[in-house]
DNA sequence: CGCGTTTGACCTGCGC
DNA sequence: GCGCAGGTCAAACGCG
């Protein structure tokens, strides 16, 4: 399931996102982009956190999100109120310590959540090989008008 | 051989 | 201080 996928369905939608620093908009995910399905929860405590932090639930069957990002496993812990485990990844780029952690859903076993800490601090590789060119051909066009 | 996953141990924060 | 729960480390292992 990749990014483009999530955009598409009408199940995804941002549960809890919360930011100090504020969203960058220079990240690689731009989920604001449909506003009605945000749902903006701040809390105090949350607040005097550091780093932006921020999840949304997906309705897939496959545990991994293939948000364009590399990520690499580091550990898998069972929690307390959930039948399965949740597992923690973070970004595989040097320098970049962005993490994330996906645990499916007890209660709809169809559903999984997964949780963003941090701001990527380079652009994704993968969309931009995919990206690039596309916006050439553009370009071209553009050019022949 | 390099990179990613697995998995038990270890660390840390919190409530009692 | 103790125990629990959640988060991280790191060695071992698997795979292309």
Known sequence: MSLIDLEKTSHSFVDHMSST???????GMNLTSNPSELLLI??????????????FRTK???DILDDGYRWRKYGQKSVKNSLYPRSYY??????CNVKKQVQRLSNETSVVE???EGIHNHPCEEIMQTLTPLLHQMQFLSNIT
């Open 21 to 27: 620093g504020g969203y960058d908009s220079s990240h």
């Open 60 to 62: 897939c069957d496959e």
């Open 90 to 95: 973070r970004c595989t780029r040097h320098m």
């Open 114 to 116: 997964t949780t963003y």
């Open 42 to 55: 701040v809390t105090a405590e949350e607040k005097a956190m550091k780093k932006p932090r921020f999840a």
